[in-house]
């Protein structure tokens, strides 16, 4: 099996693209702890299950201990929390601005810093970010900046675990096809609207599925051994500049 013997921690695994890479690494023969701010939606997933906040940083620091006292050593950290709202600048509230920090940006350095102690040499971090980063995307200008924020920290962390032999590289979806389209609170007749144009506006002219993320975020976890401090983008051509 492909995972034996590897053990990994996913953050905002319950669902989604966390929940793709989840059960391929079930699947591989991986062990792997998955946290979620709810568990119902990992009933009968073959790994351990903790309900963790990323935006309390109290939930942070027990995961780190969950995790040393579960798994002990580890092979893989994905980091893969969200939350976005499609709000214009013009309409976040302080209340929008702070939980979209606190969860994408503070969630995801602090569970990084927590975690880095545990993973083995040769091992890897992955954060999940977003085309969003590259660039403006109406009504997505918080959401935008927190990501690109996590950018920025995976290039730090590439520099400060390399003599550790660790590699962390981040991944950025583009429109994925999840059911909530990664944005929280929208009206359905919104959400509609908003995958519409990403199929109009993505240069492959479709979604991305969950599992092509897993297939990405999984090769550079294991796959990628010379590639650090790297951003892949799964976007269909979205955030690549293309004239088609």
């Known amino acids: 099996m492909r995972y034996q013997g590897?053990?990994?921690?996913?953050t905002g695994g319950t669902h989604g693209m966390g929940r793709a890479v989840v059960d391929k690494l079930v699947e591989g023969g991986a062990e792997v702890l998955l946290t979620g701010r709810t568990t119902e939606k990992a009933e009968g997933v073959k790994a351990h299950v903790i309900a963790s906040d990323a935006a309390n940083l109290d939930d942070v620091v027990r995961l780190g201990r969950e995790v040393r006292e579960r798994l002990g050593d580890i092979d893989l950290l994905f980091v893969n929390v969200g939350?976005?709202?499609l709000h214009e600048a013009h309409e976040v509230t302080e209340d929008d601005y702070d939980r979209t920090f606190d969860v994408n940006t503070k969630g995801a350095f602090f569970t990084a810093q927590q975690l880095a102690p545990l993973i083995r040499e040769g091992g890897s971090i992955v954060f999940t970010t977003s085309i969003a980063q590259t660039g403006g995307a109406k009504g997505m200008s918080v959401y935008s900046g927190a990501k690109a924020a996590v950018r920025s920290f995976g290039r730090s962390f590439a520099a400060e675990l390399a003599p550790r032999n660790i590699?962390?590289?981040?991944?950025?979806?583009?429109f994925i096809d999840t059911p909530s389209m990664g944005v929280t609170g929208v009206p359905q007749e919104v959400l509609d609207a908003f995958k519409q144009e990403g199929d109009e506006i993505t240069p492959l002219k479709?979604?991305?599925?969950?599992d092509e993320v897993a297939d990405a975020v999984l090769f550079l976890a294991f796959d990628a051994t010379f590639t650090t401090g790297a951003d892949l983008a799964v976007d269909g051509g979205l955030g690549q500049g293309l004239s088609v």
């Open 6 to 10: 590897k053990k990994a921690v996913v």
């Open 83 to 85: 939350y976005a709202t």
């Open 167 to 174: 590699r962390v590289n981040v991944v950025s979806p583009g």
């Open 206 to 210: 479709r979604h991305g599925t969950m």
